[in-house]
C-alpha cells in the first residue's frame, strides 16, 4: 500500500476526509446533502500522478460536473478523451459510459459534484475501506465476490461497469452475490466496522 501526501491544509482526522491508498486518490466530502434522493453531493478529490482509475463506469441517473482546480484531468466519455485543464468544468451526463485519470506527473485536484448524492458518499467510502484493509487488487479493483456483495448493497442504479452489458452483469453477480455472503464478503465493509 502506497501512502500519499495529506492535501495542504487538511487534517487527515477530519471524519470528511479518506484516502484510497490503492488507487491514490484522497477525497474530502462537503456538507451531506439534505435529501441525498434529489439534493447533489459534493466533494474535492486529489489524486497522484500515478493514480489507478476506476474501471469505465456509468451513473444511471446521476449528472457528474468535474471542476479542475489544480492539474490536468483527462476524461474518456463514450471512448472518446478530452483534456481539461485549472479552471475548466465538464458534466458527464446520466447514463454515459466514462473514466478519469490523472496524465501528468502533479497531483490533479478536482471539485466533484454528483446530481443528486444518492449513495455514492458511502459507495466511496467503502471503497476507501477495502483499500486501506487490502482487499483492492493492484488495479485498484475488488475481486469478483466483493463486486458482487457491493452490488447487492448498492444495487446498479447508483452506478455498474460500462461493460459486459448490464443484464450480464446482473445475472453475473446476482448469482455470486449469495456466494459471496456465505465466505464472510461485506456488502458494506463501512458499516461493517461500526458494528
Partial sequence: MAVHETPPGIDPTEPAYVENPVTGERALFHTPPDDPATDPLELDIWAVPEMVPLAEHVHPRQDETFTVEGGTLELVRDGEPTTHTAGETVTVPAGTP??????????????????????????????????????????????????????????????????????????????????????????????????
Avoid: M
Avoid at 104 to 132: I, N
Avoid at 135 to 154: H, I, K, N
Avoid at 166 to 194: H, N, W
Fill in 98 to 195: 466514462h473514466t478519469w485519470r490523472n496524465p501528468e506527473t502533479t497531483e490533479l485536484h478536482l471539485t466533484v459534484r454528483l446530481e443528486p448524492g444518492l449513495r455514492t458518499e458511502a459507495f466511496l467510502r467503502d471503497l476507501a475501506a477495502l483499500g486501506e484493509r487490502g482487499e483492492l487488487r493492484a488495479d485498484g479493483s475488488p475481486s469478483l465476490l466483493q463486486v458482487a456483495a457491493l452490488y447487492d448493497a448498492y444495487g446498479y442504479d447508483l452506478l455498474h461497469l460500462a461493460s459486459p452489458p448490464l443484464r450480464v452483469q446482473r445475472l453475473v453477480f446476482g448469482a455470486l452475490a449469495p456466494v459471496a455472503r456465505t465466505l464472510g464478503y461485506r456488502a458494506d465493509p463501512v458499516a461493517a466496522e461500526r458494528e
